[in-house]
């Protein structure tokens, strides 16, 4: 079982930044992946970026200039550091870890971000 806790989100300003943070927590072998989906209103959710185990990362296009994913082993954390926020990305974003072997999956509770004037 793996627990996750998301942190960081709150009112920013367009043009601002914020730094997402994720811990993970419990009992596994191992993490095959992490990563930040997001999900507006009236939206579906999306994949915004994910990090493998051998440190692979992919962000997805539209926040790729703007966007990066990091992992920190030490502290059992994950990082989606957000600069130059939009109001389209405002969303309520959440942490996913996918387990190697079956490959079960994990869900934080999520963490809303605003970006708003």
């Avoid at 130059?84 to 490959?103: I, M």
Wanted: charged share 15%; proline share 3%; glycine share 12%.
């Amino acid at each position: 079982q793996v627990q996750l806790v998301e942190s960081g989100g709150g009112l920013v300003q367009p043009g601002g930044s914020l730094r997402l943070s994720c811990a993970f927590s419990g009992s596994f072998f191992s993490i095959y992946a992490l990563a930040w989906y997001r999900q507006a209103p009236g939206k579906q959710r999306e994949l915004v970026a994910s990090i493998t185990s051998g440190g692979t990362t992919d962000v997805a296009d539209s926040v790729k200039a703007r966007f990066t994913i990091s992992r920190e082993n030490r502290e059992n954390t994950v990082s989606l550091h957000m600069n130059s926020l939009k109001p389209e990305d405002t969303a309520v974003y959440y942490c996913n870890a996918r387990l190697g072997g079956a490959g079960n999956v994990y869900w934080g509770q999520g963490t809303q971000v605003t970006v708003s004037s």
